[in-house]
């Protein structure tokens, strides 16, 4: 059953696309995630921190140029700059600054692009093409994974859940129960005090004819897949959904992930 109380504040704003300033700064945003190079920087200081040396003579091109990539970059939030000990022979010991992936950057990118997909469905179909381009190029260079779901939201943000077997019951954690039921539980946190317990689970995920679906289970808050309800009926998952677990503060999202094949 829906919900009488109001959606946050956030949930209403992002989903207002008419606001030309707002899809102004997405388009911004899109930019720096449109060059291949850009894409190549993150998967190399996705392996270890790198010097703007070691990352220019990567990407084959100047140092001033270089720098200026990065500093796109450490305006979304994907990259830092952190101060090391240089290992290289001219200069080995001497402190130099180095750029490393921010860590959970890129799923929190992948997720707010989800996100903003929203918005591009009811503005332009242009929009939307870059909006799934920019996630396809993030997604090709995360590690290999198998499928799975992460947390979004609340103190366990980033918190992934691996998808091994075919049926899972989703949940809040409960005292007592010992996971002795045939088929095995994803347990959220105590914290998202919104979600059912494990034992009458708030929604089931299943894997039925090489697809992944979630089915609304004994919640009283509801179940959310981008937006749209869920019913008892099973609901056919996409890769980069993100599944609402009693909508709001307390509730819990978790973004759907295929992984890579």
Known sequence: MESDE??????????TGSDP????????????????????????????????????????????????????LQSLGLIRKEIGVSEEPANQGQPVFYYALVPGGLDHTLRSLTIFSSVASKTESGLLKRLESARDGLKGILPGTGPGLVITNGPENGRPYDLTGDLYRIGRVEDGWDGSSPEPAILIPEDYRSVSRVSRPHAWIRKQGGYWTISEGSSKGGTKVNGIPVSHEPALLRDGDLIELSPGPLGAGLLFQTGKI
């Open 6 to 15: 109001p959606e946050p504040l956030e949930e209403r704003t992002i989903l």
């Open 21 to 72: 300033e707002f899809i102004s700064d997405l388009s911004e945003y899109l930019d720096v995630l449109a060059s291949p190079v850009r894409l190549n920087i993150l998967s190399y200081v996705g392996t270890r921190p790198r010097t703007v040396r070691q990352i220019s003579h990567k990407i084959e091109t100047s140092y001033e140029n270089t720098k200026k990539h990065l500093i796109r």
